[in-house]
């Protein structure tokens, strides 16, 4: 008897398990869709960085890799149009953007996108060296 209450036991830990997971997906692109709302709103470069990185940890907690890597693109994007700042100091702080970019697409295992990132980080690598 021991024996079928635990299996039973486990069943509902599992259903609730993934009950768990259902929902937190549904708020997390809830959050998402709210943070990129918001995104649209800010005019200042600083501050649509820091919500890239947001929206990518967030993909990145639903295990969406492709998205979050192509939002810290976004943000290594945003960092090198910056006109204020030099180009060896754009290079380093876009650099890492871009790598936590490649470490999603490593996770995604996009082997092309992974490849076109890496190819970016050595360039901006570059970039830093020679400043």
């Known amino acids: 008897m021991p024996l079928i209450r635990q299996q039973r036991d486990r069943g509902r830990v599992k259903d609730f398990s993934d009950a768990f997971g259902v929902e937190k997906m549904r708020s997390g692109n809830a959050a998402v869709y709210e943070l990129k709302e918001q995104f649209e709103k800010f005019a200042a470069s600083p501050q649509k960085v820091d919500l890239c990185e947001t929206i990518a940890r967030c993909f990145y907690q639903l ?4 998205d979050a890597a192509d ?3 976004t943000a290594g994007r945003l960092i090198l ?6 180009p060896a100091l754009k290079a380093l702080s876009a650099l890492t953007e871009y790598e936590k970019a490649l470490e999603c697409y490593k996770k995604g295992e996009d082997d092309e996108s992974f490849t076109e990132c890496s190819t970016l980080i050595r360039q901006l690598s570059r970039a830093c060296a020679s400043a």
Do not use: K
């Open 63 to 66: 295990e969406q890799f492709g």
């Open 71 to 73: 939002w810290y693109e």
């Open 81 to 86: 149009s910056e006109a204020s700042a030099t």
